[in-house]
């Protein structure tokens, strides 16, 4: 047995275009990862050389306490452990952070040493960014329902392409001095409910699971409470307290944290109904998210997950088909489709060059686990590349210029 790459294309690109079908989009970091933006382990090393005097030591010895191996955010759930201890005492301590005000320190050094990493232009461009959001444009204004974006990544590289192409998008927050996060709006179906009205159809969905570089806290001293806003894409100021991966506080000020409210969202989206969810980039190392994933394969029988790895297919990835026969893999070197897995072969015909945006004739490798590769695939439904490609762009978020013109 084994699976023609060809026909395997075919049938995604129908499972793409049908429009009746509702269709979301679960990206990990392996979709910024293909733009030059550093992943977890880099991401950690370099936020190790940024953090300066006074939080170097204190960063150190969480590391040593989790593990040489912790990750960025490791460390940041043990920094909001301690920052739960100690509440907002100044005379108590823990691994030598001393007090509330030292550990919101730390916890806000981290956060705006990893915006300032990954605030920066993606070493290769946003040209598979602009092609996905081109795809949006030409295809999607036409469906009976939204498609939805969700995303563990805290980077603004898809909210910069589908702003610069002119496509609207919501993400939960509303207003246009500091947008504020509404979490019944997140919950809100084409139509309205309980009173709530929500955007057009033809506006995608962007729901940001482990939050972003420009969400932050905003202390009103007037009204004397808080609220959760977001930045107009410019670098937050360093002394807002930025909301990057979920706090282990549930609840702020009686408000839903948007990272609760797209959790919520995306178990509720997969969890009835005609469904189809497109992963990329994900590595399945998220235990919570899962298990999300993983109930609503076993709930629902209409739901079907279409998984693309940049790696080749694992043991226990192939073990996780032979389980959910709804959750197909797509990896370089051979796919699980049914529960069965099985390699990739042409036979003795070649692939034209046409189709290169998912083989490689030269490495027989199916290739849509890269998002490069995913985006070129999707730019073949359109029939015409995007002007915009050759116009120079500074995609760092630190250029007002950027976001203005």
């Known amino acids: ?102 550990a919101k320190a730390l916890d806000s050094a981290i956060c705006h040493a990893i915006c300032d990493i990954i605030g920066d232009k993606p070493p290769k461009g946003l040209e598979s960014h602009y092609k996905f959001a081109q795809w949006l444009r030409s295809l999607c204004f036409n469906r009976n329902y939204p498609v939805e974006i969700f995303t563990t990544n805290y980077d603004l590289l898809f909210e910069q392409a589908m702003e610069k192409l002119g496509i609207p998008f919501f993400d939960g927050f509303i207003g246009s001095v500091n947008p504020f996060f509404v979490p019944e709006s997140v919950d809100a179906e084409f139509g309205g409910i309980n009173g709530i009205s929500c955007p057009p159809i033809s506006w995608t969905r962007l729901w940001k699971i482990h939050g972003s570089i420009n969400w932050y806290n905003q202390r009103d001293t007037e009204l004397k409470q808080g609220r959760i806003s977001r930045s107009s894409g410019l670098k937050p100021k360093h002394e807002e307290e930025l909301l990057i991966y979920p706090s282990r506080d549930k609840y702020m000020q009686s ?81 699980s489709v049914g529960g069965l897995t099985a390699e990739w072969n042409t036979g003795s015909d070649k692939i034209s060059d046409d189709y290169n945006s998912f083989w490689d004739e030269e490495k027989k490798r199916f290739t849509l686990g890269d998002f490069n590769c995913f985006a070129s695939f999707l730019e073949e439904f359109i029939g015409f590349k995007s002007a915009i490609y050759n116009q120079p762009l500074d995609t760092s978020i630190t250029s007002h210029d950027t976001q203005v013109k």
């Open 255 to 335: 408000r839903k944290l948007p990272f609760i409210a797209f959790q919520d969202r995306f178990h509720k989206f997969i969890s009835s109904g005609e469904r189809l969810v497109i992963v990329l980039g994900y590595s399945f190392s998220d235990e919570h998210l899962n298990e999300i994933l993983f109930q609503g394969l076993r709930s629902n029988p209409h739901l079907a997950v279409t998984t693309f790895i940049y790696e080749s297919l694992s043991k226990e990835l192939e073990d996780y088909c032979k389980v959910y026969r709804n959750l197909a893999i797509y990896g370089p070197d051979k796919a």
């Open 1 to 102: 047995m084994a699976y023609d790459p060809l026909r395997a294309a075919f049938e995604i690109r129908e499972q793409l275009v049908s429009e009746k079908r509702r269709i979301a989009f679960f990206f990990g970091a392996g979709t910024s990862m293909a733009v030059g933006i550093p992943g977890i382990e880099e991401l950690t090393a370099r936020v190790s050389e940024r953090i300066e005097t006074p939080f170097d030591e204190p960063w150190d010895r969480i590391k040593s306490e989790l593990s040489k191996d912790a990750d960025i955010e490791a460390i940041l759930n043990r920094v909001r452990i301690y920052r739960e201890l100690i509440g907002d005492s100044e005379d108590i301590e823990y691994n030598g952070i001393n007090g509330a005000k030292a």
